[in-house]
Every structure is written in structure tokens, then in C-alpha cells.
């Protein structure tokens, strides 16, 4: 039996994994190169996100679900592996994501903000497995690009939005964080 709501994860991956960026090279506005590796494959490409109030970038290597893997590598035209073991992880070894099923219009799932995400590589609790919440806007006009876990655990505190853990687990790591790179 797949765990609730892990339909509409693969959904909504699916929508937040067109690339933020095409093939990338050096930058000097900080986002990570993206050249051709000696064999001629391609790194996989970079999406953007949300963390401590910055734009962060992130890829998908491996999904818990093959419904999920299978969607995040049509979207994002690199493979992602499927891993049934991620499901199991205990949950004090993952970090969350944070994912928007209404809202602001933009780059994110189903044409909605960015997602976000609870930690970076350069604070303690840092992982790259990530537990997918679904986030959901009561009052969609009401709805503001959330840009933090701070803005998110405000917005859920006033009543504002909802969150459901689907029971999907991706790994995503970083490549830009506030502070970092690879």
C-alpha cells in the first residue's frame, strides 16, 4: 500500500522539477556550474528552493517511490533512482521539504512558489533526505511566497496554511545555500 497522499507528491514533484536553470557554467551571481562531466553526461539539473529567506539550489538523486523517481526523471531529463529503503529511514535522520500545492503563482510545484526547506549544509540537522510535506494555503488569496521555516511555522501557527507529511522520501541535496556552495 503507498503511503497517503504519495499520488499527489509525485504530482507535485513533478511540477516543481522543471529545471530553474538551463545547462549552467561558471556564474558570478553564485548559482552552481553545470558543465559536462569528461564522459560527455550531465550533472543533474538544478532547481530552485527556498531556506533561511534565500534562494537555495538543490538536484534530486533518489526517490523512496517509483511512481516519484519515475516523474522527477521525465521532468528533469536525468535519472533518479528509485530506493525503496529511503521510505524507511527513521525520521530523526531526515530534514524536511516543504512543498506548495496552492498559493503564489510561480516556479514551484504545480506552478506555485518555490519549495522550502528546514536546513543547509551549514547548520546542525543538515540532511539530504528529505520528507515531502504538502503545504496548503486555507485562504488562497491570502497566500505570500513563504520564504523560511520560520515563514512557515508562522503562517501554520496563525492557521493560514496545512501540512501534510506524504510518506515520500527524496534525496535533495544542496548546491547554493545561504553562506555555501559545492
Same mark, same amino acid.
Given at each position: 500500500?503507498?503511503?497517503?497522499?504519495?499520488?499527489?507528491?509525485?504530482?507535485?514533484?513533478?511540477?516543481?522539477?522543471?529545471?530553474?536553470?538551463?545547462?549552467?557554467?561558471?556564474?558570478?551571481?553564485?548559482?552552481?556550474?553545470?558543465?559536462?562531466?569528461? #564522459?560527455?553526461? $550531465?550533472?543533474?539539473?538544478? +532547481?530552485?528552493?527556498?531556506? @533561511?529567506? %534565500?534562494?537555495?539550489?538543490?538536484?534530486?538523486? *533518489?526517490?523512496?517511490?517509483?511512481?516519484?523517481?519515475?516523474?522527477?526523471?521525465?521532468?528533469?531529463?536525468?535519472?533518479?533512482?528509485?530506493?525503496?529503503?529511503?521510505?524507511?529511514?527513521?525520521?530523526?535522520?531526515?530534514?524536511?521539504?516543504?512543498?506548495?500545492?496552492?498559493?503564489?503563482?510561480?516556479?514551484?510545484?504545480?506552478?506555485?512558489?518555490?519549495?522550502?526547506?528546514?536546513?543547509?549544509?551549514?547548520?546542525?540537522?543538515? #540532511?539530504?533526505? $528529505?520528507?515531502?510535506?504538502? +503545504?496548503?494555503?486555507?485562504? @488562497?488569496? %491570502?497566500?505570500?511566497?513563504?520564504?523560511?521555516? *520560520?515563514?512557515?511555522?508562522?503562517?501554520?501557527?496563525?492557521?493560514?496554511?496545512?501540512?501534510?507529511?506524504?510518506?515520500?522520501?527524496?534525496?535533495?541535496?544542496?548546491?547554493?545555500?545561504?553562506?555555501?556552495?559545492?
Amino acid at each position: 500500500m503507498r503511503p497517503r497522499g504519495l499520488v499527489a507528491v509525485a504530482a507535485l514533484l513533478a511540477g516543481s522539477c522543471a529545471p530553474a536553470m538551463g545547462p549552467m557554467t561558471s556564474s558570478p551571481a553564485g548559482t552552481p556550474d553545470m558543465a559536462p562531466m569528461a #564522459s560527455g553526461v $550531465r550533472n543533474a539539473p538544478p +532547481v530552485k528552493g527556498f531556506a @533561511e529567506g %534565500q534562494e537555495v539550489f538543490f538536484i534530486h538523486t *533518489e526517490a523512496s517511490d517509483g511512481q516519484v523517481a519515475d516523474m522527477l526523471t521525465r521532468m528533469m531529463g536525468s535519472p533518479v533512482l528509485v530506493v525503496p529503503s529511503l521510505a524507511q529511514v527513521p525520521s530523526s535522520a531526515l530534514a524536511n521539504v516543504y512543498v506548495f500545492k496552492n498559493g503564489v503563482k510561480g516556479e514551484g510545484p504545480f506552478g506555485f512558489q518555490p519549495d522550502v526547506f528546514d536546513s543547509t549544509p551549514s547548520r546542525t540537522g543538515y #540532511s539530504p533526505l $528529505r520528507a515531502v510535506h504538502l +503545504v496548503a494555503w486555507k485562504d @488562497e488569496p %491570502q497566500a505570500r511566497v513563504l520564504r523560511s521555516m *520560520e515563514d512557515v511555522r508562522m503562517a501554520e501557527a496563525r492557521g493560514e496554511i496545512t501540512i501534510e507529511r506524504s510518506g515520500a522520501v527524496v534525496n535533495m541535496p544542496m548546491l547554493t545555500w545561504p553562506g555555501g556552495r559545492r
